[in-house]
């Protein structure tokens, strides 16, 4: 057996170990001999480094030991500027005499430089220009280093170039301030918004998602009048074609997804749906009128497009060449005009076929490429995408999803009267026929009032909330009176100048499903799945989520017009009078629509049968 010495002096034991830990954080605890850097250091790896990252130079790197050599270079110089800002000013001084930036922007567009080199570049750019000081970075935007890189060609076409390329975008973006702003300009461009913008729409989320960070922060700090000017004139150049084509291509994935009944590929394409709807909110309460300007076309031009398609069984080409001023004005200029279905016009946007082709715009055979961030052919695509929308046997529920999408999206970001224009388009009793035949009328490429005046009605539509979001206190109330008003004012409320709603009949034949009907008196409820499922495809159950979300978003105003009818106890006003035996109220409307297409069975009621939307569904 094991036996214990009972002598044993275990407090000497433990003064030992005590002893022992002291030593050794008291030897941790002496200070390190700081790194050997200096100026002359500096001077010396940076003339070296001129000669090796010049392409034809005799000190190019030949050998592994040459390029190792650069590479160490390479990482101790920004190691030394980091260190010199806080303990050496000359080495700082030193580092811009012998213009280290430019060293380093010339190896980024320098083709030839080996793959590793590069790499190293790339790191020790992105180290400098994220731990400057803020007395230093504006000295590195005073130069045009940046502005060359951003206008040249860099080799972007790895995943890890294209990161670093991305976090030198976002550093600029982030720490660039408003007063400082018209460094980043040319003559003529805005070349970091520029690359900004067109990564913005990439096939990876989270470069789509950095892309969008940086050009939303140049886009708020936008107080230098020319600044202003040009990055306002970029982004109505680009923004609108580049979400517009992603949109498109979101839907057309959805309805082949939906086709080959893939539940991922539609969930995928669902949430990148929803990510850009996002991003509109995120556009439009930048509060800037023009970019809300911008987004209002983009989603009319989108909106009425898609459901254009519900109704016309093929749509030409000329589709996506509708150009319009908000004002509707030849005289304006081209910089102050919006279109319905935006393309930039020739020779407005350049860029290499190099850069084309690492962004993912051409493909192998040099052909523009449909997932391209920005295609030669402003057309590529899209029509290809209407066809498979128009061809797909769940068009419709798609487009009522798409819809109850976009304005769950909006009310979640307070910006729910911004689809009122939408919402009047697909419910009420009647059409403008000027309306009706300008959505015609996009086939052939003819701009016309009624689709400025839509486009504007969103906008301003979106303005006002974005001016409410501003007020202090609750405004829901507020808002929903505004909404009434504008609502009960609506031109469709009244056989005028109109004709039968197409949009609203196809509605309520989507309602319309025999042996259940929804009570127009009963709440509402969504159906049991949510948006991102392939089961949301179901015409019934995409045409009851439509429904829903408008419970969400307009909750009081549905009791006020009667969409949803409120208890007789709490009623305080009395109903809207009909004129002339028309429906006198969107809520009329709809709860007529509802009851017509045989939703008025109380016996089926949502409220004493939680499962009915299901059943609705199947």
């Known amino acids: 057996m094991l036996g214990f010495d009972l002598d044993f002096d275990l407090s000497h034991a433990f003064q030992r170990i005590a002893d022992a830990v002291e030593g050794f954080l ?57 260190w010199g800002q806080k303990h050496d000013d000359s080495i700082v001084a030193c580092f811009l005499d012998e213009g280290g930036l430019s060293i380093l922007i010339r190896a980024l567009l320098t083709y030839q430089l080996p793959r590793s080199i590069k790499l190293q570049v790339y790191q020790s750019t ?112 680009m923004l609108p074609q580049l979400l517009e084509k992603f949109l498109w291509s979101q839907w057309a994935s959805m309805a082949e997804a ?60 000329n589709l996506w060449n509708v150009q319009f001023t908000a004002s509707y004005d030849a005289a304006i200029p081209y910089a102050n005009s919006f279109m319905i279905v935006p393309s930039p016009k020739s020779g407005e946007v350049s860029v290499s076929e190099s850069t084309m082709e690492s962004e993912g715009h051409v493909d192998a055979s040099g052909t523009s490429a449909c997932t391209g961030e920005y295609p030669h052919d402003p057309q590529c695509g899209i029509c290809e995408d209407v066809k498979t929308l128009e061809l797909c046997p769940f ?56 689709l400025a005046k839509f486009s504007e009605e969103l906008a301003a539509c979106a303005m006002e909330d974005v001016a409410l979001s501003a007020w202090p206190g609750d405004v829901s109330k507020l808002k929903h009176e505004h909404w009434r008003c504008q609502l009960r004012s609506a031109p469709g409320l009244v056989r005028r100048d109109g004709e039968a709603n197409p949009f609203r009949e196809l509605l309520m034949s989507t309602l319309g499903t025999p042996g259940c009907g929804l009570s127009a008196t009963s709440f509402i409820s969504s159906p049991q799945c949510n948006m991102s499922s392939l089961h949301s495809v179901s015409t019934n159950t995409a045409a009851g989520m439509l429904m829903a979300q408008l419970q969400a978003l307009y909750p009081r105003l549905l009791e006020d017009v009667q969409m949803i009818a409120r208890p007789a106890m709490e009623a305080k006003e009395e109903e809207p009078n009909n004129n002339s035996g028309t429906l006198g109220s969107l809520a009329e409307s709809i709860s007529w629509l509802l009851t017509a297409a045989g939703f008025g069975n109380a016996e089926c009621s949502l409220i004493s049968d939680p499962g009915a939307i299901s059943k609705m569904g199947e």
């Open 26 to 82: 008291a030897k941790d605890a002496e200070p390190q001999p700081a790194p050997a850097y200096c100026s002359e250091q500096m001077k010396t790896m940076l003339r070296h480094l001129s000669h090796a990252l010049h392409f034809g130079d005799p000190a190019w790197p030949h050998t592994e030991s040459q390029a190792q050599l650069a590479i160490r270079y390479l990482e101790v110089t920004a190691k030394s500027l980091v």
């Open 258 to 317: 939906a086709n080959r009944q893939n539940a991922p590929a539609f969930k995928a394409a669902a949430l990148e749906e929803e990510d850009t709807f996002e991003h509109f909110t995120e556009l439009i309460l930048l509060g800037i009128p023009e970019i809300t300007e911008l987004v209002a076309s983009t989603v009319a031009g989108a909106f009425l497009a898609r459901l254009g398609c519900l109704l016309s069984p093929t749509l030409d080409s």
């Open 395 to 450: 068009n419709a529920a798609l487009a009522w999803r798409t819809l109850a999408s976009l304005t769950n999206i909006f009310r979640d970001a307070n910006l729910g009267g911004a689809v009122l224009p939408l919402v009047e388009l697909v419910t009420l009793p009647f059409v403008p026929t000027s309306l009706l035949t300008s959505i015609w009328q996009l086939k052939s490429g003819q701009p016309t009032k009624e």
């Open 126 to 237: 992105c180290m400098i220009a994220q731990n400057a000081k803020e007395e230093l970075f504006p000295e590195f935007l005073k130069g045009s280093e940046f502005t060359d890189l951003f206008l040249g060609d860099p080799e972007i076409d790895s995943e890890e170039f294209l990161q670093y390329f991305l976090s030198l975008i976002k550093t600029i973006a982030l720490r660039a301030k408003p007063e400082a702003m018209h460094l980043l300009l040319t003559s003529n461009d805005f070349p970091v918004l520029r690359r900004a913008l067109m990564l913005s729409a990439h096939g990876d989320q989270m470069v789509r998602t950095q892309a969008r960070t940086a050009y939303l922060t140049i886009l708020r700090g936008l107080l230098d009048a020319e600044v202003r000017e040009k990055a306002i004139q970029l982004a109505q150049e």
